[in-house]
């Protein structure tokens, strides 16, 4: 969630909160809905109408009624962003379904359903006690009509439709990519996000980061599952139900765990293969989720072995540095970063707490199964001074971890273009390099 309190809290980047996108392809709505001028005043249309102004592409007109550190946090152009993010997993914009309001002491949170060809979303917007947007959060519910997926061919495997988790309060659409031609049972992988709602390809910025991963792995004889996170497809559900006791467990590692059971039952793959590639936060959760569920071993990708608080620390320190502002300026949004990371910069203690119980070095340093850890020397959100070198460290004398560094690669290990990388350094459809893809097919295949 972006709140107002500490400088695009999240982050412009492990994409824990919001995901800030120019996507190509993103169609607006050219009808419109009746947004005309937000009354900002009346309290039973003012969340109707922000959305309604962000589905007819009048973004200005929406953050006119952010408050001054909210505008801080989110410009037009990233709110116009991120916007458009959502369209291009949620499709085209139908209608609102409904509007709630929860009330608090200080601030009221409205809950914006609107139907989509794909998805629905779930706009929450929290006005402070002036009825200014003090923060906002964008999330996904599942669409029952729609969206549902057959099996399609790829060029050299099939896509199989599978729902994890089937049965369970929160089942996932995914697919599995399954190799044509096998001659043995296969050797498989689970996909497991990064922060935030994420759809089964991980769509980032226009760049889907799993479906290249998938198509590249398949083609190459690995088995490959994917799936929408849970708070992609849940999001509204998971927030009524957890609310600030939501952690990582209930987030990613429960669907990690009920991805490879899934696996294990396919006869068309060993279930003694199967392994964990993570990216991001998945990749910084990856040495935990592969000693839970028993994988044969782990791939990291732009992960951290650190505190998630010291990183959203980093990326807001290093956001600020790049800006085009006065030191006046700088200065006072770095108190504002000071302060926000006292208070978790937005996030519940408890999810903080949680992973910080469970240091991803504990688990490499214990394990004697195989992890490959993969980063781009060109990724601004984890460093390869901050954090590839500490897993340099772990692996000094563990020979069961193999490291490569691409020199040119980002976050999303695609070609960077930019001396001091932004998120503008992500070009939507640029595919995922395949230098990194292919490594990981000759580890995958060196492992039996």
Known sequence: MLRARGYRSFLVVMMVVLIIAAVSGCSKNTNKQGAGTIDWDNHDLRAEQFVLALVNGDFSEAAEGFNAEMRQALSVIDLEKAWEDTIANAGAYISIEEVTMDPHDEYDIYQVISNHQRFKVNSRIVFSEDGLVAGLFFSFVENPDAGRLTPTRGEGYTEIPVIVGQG??????????????????????????????????ST?????????????????????????????????????????????????????????????????IDENRIFLLGHSLGGMLAP?????????????????????????????????????????????????????????????????????????????????????????????????????????????????????????????????????????????????????????????????
């Open 288 to 448: 935990r989720i592969v000693a839970e569920g028993d994988f044969a071993g782990g791939i990291i990708m732009a992960g951290s072995p650190r505190s998630l608080l010291d990183i959203i620390y980093d990326q807001n320190l290093y956001s600020i540095a790049q800006m085009d502002i006065s030191e006046e300026e700088k200065a006072v949004l770095l108190a504002q970063v000071e302060e926000a990371r006292a208070d978790y910069f937005t996030l519940p203690w408890i999810y903080i707490n949680e992973m910080d119980e469970h240091p991803a070095a504990d688990y490499l340093t214990e394990t004697e199964k195989p992890f490959l850890i993969l980063h781009g020397a060109k990724d601004f959100q984890v460093t390869t001074e901050a954090d590839f070198a500490l897993y340099q460290e772990i692996a000094s004398d563990r020979p069961n971890i193999e490291l490569r560094q691409y020199d040119q690669l980002n976050h999303l290990f695609t070609p960077s273009t930019m001396t001091n990388p932004t998120t503008d350094d992500y070009i939507p459809g640029t595919p995922v390099d395949t230098q990194p893809l292919a490594d990981i097919v000759a580890w995958l295949k060196a492992r039996f």
């Open 168 to 201: 369970t309060d929160y089942p996932l659409m995914g697919i599995i990519a399954m190799p044509d031609n096998l001659s043995e049972k296969a050797t498989a992988v689970v996909l497991v996000h990064g922060s935030g709602p994420q759809d089964m390809n």
């Open 204 to 268: 980032a910025f226009g760049i889907p980061v799993f479906l290249d991963i998938a198509d590249y792995l398949a083609q190459n004889g690995i088995a490959v599952l994917r799936y929408n996170k849970r708070t992609y497809a849940h999001g509204a559900d998971l927030v009524a139900h957890y609310g600030d006791d939501l952690t990582v467990r209930e987030e990613t590692i429960d669907d990690a765990l009920l991805a490879k059971a899934l696996l294990a039952q396919e006869e068309s």
